[in-house]
């Protein structure tokens, strides 16, 4: 009996789960859409006895009869036969599945005869239970789908008993905080570079706005502090059996403070030996708020 990799992958109408389901296909898992949720522990089995499936994916939503009344008691039969999964959760604020569905023109699953935002709140009400034992919960509203992609990619390409992957994340606080932060860290007290004539307009990314911001002792004496404590807090969270750990950073705008921050952590985890990716959510999209007279970027 073989070991297996098994993702549920679930979630609200028209927050990605196709897309998803393309990724993992491409990561060669063998992805089955809309299994009957009774099947899924008879799914399973099959599979590690085969000897040719190791990794597999089902995609599950509210297309299936009955999918809210059998899911739940499906992945119980699975931890009970012993059978490890995780559950991938996609969702998007209401605002832009409304708005998706409206590009679309296609109907939501659950609002054939009333409004849109009716059958996503409905949705959402009934995918709770399911949502509370995610292993890991995406909000797809900001992402592009190469990003969506991307981060789907870094998410399922952990090796086999690999230490647990750090995603470091830099946001803007103004721009909302990521849904899927375990740990969430406001750098916002550091100096600020977009009050500098001519650093303003620059990113994290480039050498003279980390110049400025890395050479404040008060940033110097954050990273003393700042490092101890994740050193400390990530060998505890592994002991937990977490697969992943996402520290989001965030400054007001995403562009300078939270950039610089976050490569710098990335670098040490890094050096620590740590498996670590770093995204910058809002390092572009800040960009437009910057003729903003009045409006503070960072």
């Given amino acids: 009996m073989s070991d297996l990799q098994l993702v549920i992958v679930t979630g609200l109408s028209g927050a990605g789960k196709t897309e998803a389901s393309r990724v993992l296909e491409d990561l060669g898992f063998y992805v089955v859409d809309n299994l009957p949720a009774t099947l899924i522990p008879t799914f399973a089995d099959l ?5 040719h499936v190791s990794r597999a994916a089902l995609v599950l939503d509210i297309r299936e009869r009955g999918f809210f009344a059998t899911a739940q008691s499906a992945l119980s039969e699975l931890e009970a036969r012993g059978i490890p999964f995780r559950v991938l959760f996609l969702e998007a604020s209401d605002e832009v599945l409304v708005r998706r569905y409206k590009q679309s023109r296609r109907e939501h699953p659950l609002a054939r005869s009333r409004r849109v935002i009716d059958g996503i709140t409905e949705e959402r009400q009934l995918l709770g239970p399911l949502r509370g034992i995610a292993t890991r919960i995406l909000d797809t509203s900001l992402l592009r789908p ?11 390409t952990q090796d086999d008993g690999a230490r647990m992957r750090v995603h470091i994340v830099s946001f803007g606080f103004k721009h909302g905080l990521p849904s899927d932060a375990d740990l969430v860290l406001d750098v916002r007290f550091l100096p600020n570079p977009y009050y500098v004539p001519d650093l303003g307009r620059h990113s994290g990314r480039d050498r003279e706005v980390a110049e400025y911001i890395l050479g404040w002792p008060v940033t110097m004496r954050f990273f003393e502090l700042l490092f101890p404590f994740v050193d400390y807090l990530v060998p505890q969270y592994e002991k937990e059996g977490k697969a992943q750990l996402v520290i989001a950073l965030g400054c007001t705008g995403g562009r300078h403070r939270s950039v610089v921050v976050g490569e710098r952590l990335a670098e040490h985890l890094g050096a620590e030996g740590r498996a670590v990716t770093i995204v910058h959510r809002d390092c572009d999209r800040a960009d437009e708020s910057v003729a903003t007279e009045g409006t503070e970027d960072q």
């Fill in 47 to 51: 599979c590690r006895t085969s000897g």
């Fill in 146 to 156: 190469a990003e969506l992609r991307e981060e789907l990619r870094r998410t399922f």
